[in-house]
């Protein structure tokens, strides 16, 4: 697995919002990248929000058999936090972050509080 997906990325996809959709959709075709759990999540409350609670969970529903979910582990936890504590973002933000580290993969967004140098992770820009 090379991409992770943050939430940023993944509601671009969803809005249909260019140039993130249409990468994003490329992407989905040829692989499945990795989200964190977390930034699931993330991406259920805000479409919660938009569109309801059954249309959040349809959409995850449909996310999972896309992507990777990863479940956050103990070492996952920390480093998010290591990197909280370092950089200037959201918590969520930094599991995304943490998840590419871990899996040595690039961090695909459009989030300014990703797109940093230096970082400890790769990362694509989207916008």
């Known amino acids: 697995?090379?991409?992770?997906?943050?939430?940023?990325?993944?509601l671009r996809y969803l809005e249909g919002a260019e140039p993130a959709?249409?990468?994003v959709a490329d992407l989905l075709d040829e692989e499945r990248p990795a989200i964190s759990w977390i930034n699931l999540g993330e991406v259920?409350?805000?479409?919660?929000?938009?569109?309801?609670?059954?249309?959040?969970?349809?959409?995850?529903?449909?996310?999972?058999?896309?992507?990777?979910?990863?479940?956050?582990t103990p070492n996952r936890v920390l480093e998010a936090a290591q990197i909280k504590g370092v950089y200037r973002m959201a918590y969520a933000d930094a599991f995304?972050?943490?998840?590419?580290?871990?899996?040595?993969?690039?961090?695909?967004?459009?989030?300014?509080?990703?797109l940093i140098q230096p970082a400890r992770w790769r990362w694509r820009d989207l916008r």
């Open 1 to 10: 697995m090379s991409v992770v997906l943050d939430s940023w990325a993944v």
């Open 21 to 23: 959709a249409g990468v």
């Open 44 to 72: 259920l409350y805000i479409i919660q929000r938009l569109h309801g609670e059954d249309q959040a969970a349809r959409t995850v529903h449909d996310l999972r058999a896309v992507t990777a979910p990863e479940l956050p």
């Open 96 to 114: 995304a972050a943490a998840t590419a580290v871990a899996l040595n993969a690039t961090l695909w967004s459009g989030d300014p509080e990703l």
